[in-house]
Protein backbone atom coordinates (compact mmCIF):
# COMPACT_ATOMS: atom_id res chain seq x y z
CA UNK A 1 0.00 0.00 0.00
CA UNK A 2 1.38 3.21 -0.68
CA UNK A 3 1.39 6.16 1.79
CA UNK A 4 2.79 9.40 1.97
CA UNK A 5 3.30 10.52 6.00
CA UNK A 6 4.63 14.12 6.85
CA UNK A 7 5.67 14.97 9.58
CA UNK A 8 7.43 18.41 11.65
CA UNK A 9 4.39 20.52 12.11
CA UNK A 10 3.62 22.04 14.88
CA UNK A 11 3.38 25.57 16.78
CA UNK A 12 6.07 28.10 16.52
CA UNK A 13 5.59 31.55 17.21
CA UNK A 14 5.91 34.54 13.75
CA UNK A 15 9.97 34.52 12.44
CA UNK A 16 10.09 31.26 13.37
CA UNK A 17 10.88 27.88 11.37
CA UNK A 18 10.03 25.01 11.07
CA UNK A 19 10.99 21.69 8.37
CA UNK A 20 8.04 19.58 7.30
CA UNK A 21 9.05 16.04 6.08
CA UNK A 22 6.70 13.36 3.83
CA UNK A 23 8.30 10.27 3.81
CA UNK A 24 7.00 7.71 1.13
CA UNK A 25 6.25 4.16 1.52
CA UNK A 26 5.27 1.09 -0.70
CA UNK A 27 6.85 2.22 -3.48
CA UNK A 28 9.14 4.48 -5.05
CA UNK A 29 8.83 7.99 -6.19
CA UNK A 30 12.22 8.37 -7.39
CA UNK A 31 10.26 8.76 -10.88
CA UNK A 32 7.82 11.27 -9.44
CA UNK A 33 7.41 15.38 -9.34
CA UNK A 34 7.02 15.69 -4.99
CA UNK A 35 5.26 19.13 -4.02
CA UNK A 36 3.37 20.75 -0.69
CA UNK A 37 0.02 22.09 -0.69
CA UNK A 38 -1.79 23.87 2.11
CA UNK A 39 -5.42 23.91 3.28
CA UNK A 40 -6.45 26.93 5.83
CA UNK A 41 -9.63 26.77 7.65
CA UNK A 42 -12.23 27.76 5.43
CA UNK A 43 -10.03 28.36 2.27
CA UNK A 44 -9.37 25.85 -0.85
CA UNK A 45 -6.23 23.78 -1.02
CA UNK A 46 -3.54 25.98 -2.37
CA UNK A 47 -0.07 25.15 -3.93
CA UNK A 48 2.66 25.67 -1.70
CA UNK A 49 5.93 24.11 -3.58
CA UNK A 50 7.07 21.26 -6.30
CA UNK A 51 10.08 19.75 -6.98
CA UNK A 52 11.36 17.57 -10.10
CA UNK A 53 12.37 14.27 -9.80
CA UNK A 54 16.19 14.64 -10.18
CA UNK A 55 15.95 17.99 -7.64
CA UNK A 56 16.77 20.13 -10.16
CA UNK A 57 13.92 22.20 -10.48
CA UNK A 58 12.09 23.61 -7.89
CA UNK A 59 8.82 25.42 -8.19
CA UNK A 60 7.21 28.05 -5.69
CA UNK A 61 3.90 30.19 -4.74
CA UNK A 62 4.54 33.45 -4.55
CA UNK A 63 3.22 34.01 -1.04
CA UNK A 64 6.35 31.52 0.20
CA UNK A 65 9.39 32.82 -2.46
CA UNK A 66 12.55 33.50 -0.52
CA UNK A 67 11.01 32.32 2.64
CA UNK A 68 9.96 28.21 1.92
CA UNK A 69 12.91 25.79 0.15
CA UNK A 70 11.88 21.75 -1.02
CA UNK A 71 14.36 19.43 -1.20
CA UNK A 72 14.20 15.66 -1.71
CA UNK A 73 16.05 12.79 -0.77
CA UNK A 74 15.89 9.89 -3.21
CA UNK A 75 17.63 7.17 -1.42
CA UNK A 76 15.49 7.86 1.45
CA UNK A 77 12.00 8.26 -0.37
CA UNK A 78 11.58 11.51 1.30
CA UNK A 79 10.78 15.27 0.65
CA UNK A 80 11.31 17.82 2.76
CA UNK A 81 9.94 21.70 3.73
CA UNK A 82 11.95 24.31 5.11
CA UNK A 83 10.14 27.37 6.29
CA UNK A 84 11.50 30.15 7.77
CA UNK A 85 10.08 33.58 8.62
CA UNK A 86 7.17 31.99 9.11
CA UNK A 87 3.54 34.77 9.33
CA UNK A 88 0.55 33.73 10.96
CA UNK A 89 -1.00 33.46 7.27
CA UNK A 90 1.42 30.26 6.93
CA UNK A 91 -1.49 28.99 9.41
CA UNK A 92 -2.57 25.74 7.78
CA UNK A 93 -2.36 21.95 7.27
CA UNK A 94 0.32 21.13 5.07
CA UNK A 95 -0.07 17.97 2.90
CA UNK A 96 2.32 16.42 0.68
CA UNK A 97 1.51 15.11 -2.97
CA UNK A 98 3.44 12.99 -5.47
CA UNK A 99 2.31 13.06 -8.88
CA UNK A 100 3.61 11.86 -12.78
CA UNK A 101 3.25 15.21 -13.99
CA UNK A 102 4.07 18.43 -12.84
CA UNK A 103 0.91 20.06 -14.29
CA UNK A 104 -1.05 17.93 -11.69
CA UNK A 105 0.63 19.81 -9.35
CA UNK A 106 0.96 23.14 -10.33
CA UNK A 107 -2.56 23.55 -11.97
CA UNK A 108 -5.74 23.61 -9.61
CA UNK A 109 -7.66 22.33 -12.90
CA UNK A 110 -5.71 19.14 -12.72
CA UNK A 111 -4.96 18.53 -8.66
CA UNK A 112 -7.88 15.72 -8.62
CA UNK A 113 -4.99 14.11 -11.16
CA UNK A 114 -2.54 14.00 -8.48
CA UNK A 115 -1.47 10.46 -7.95
CA UNK A 116 -0.85 10.35 -4.23
CA UNK A 117 -1.55 12.70 -1.38
CA UNK A 118 -0.19 12.26 2.46
CA UNK A 119 -3.06 13.10 5.82
CA UNK A 120 -1.13 16.39 6.41
CA UNK A 121 0.20 17.69 9.08
CA UNK A 122 -0.97 21.03 11.34
CA UNK A 123 1.54 24.29 10.99
CA UNK A 124 0.26 26.80 13.59
CA UNK A 125 1.96 29.99 13.70
CA UNK A 126 1.51 32.50 16.84
CA UNK A 127 1.41 36.19 16.76
Known amino acids: QVQLVESGGGLVQAGGSLRLSCAAS????????LGWFRQAPGKEREFVAA????????YYADSVKGRFTISRDNAKNTVYLQMNSLKPEDTAVYYC????????????????????WGKGTLVTVSS
Open 97 to 116: AAAALLGRLLDRAYYSAIDY
Open 26 to 33: GRTFSSYF
Open 51 to 58: ISWRGGNT
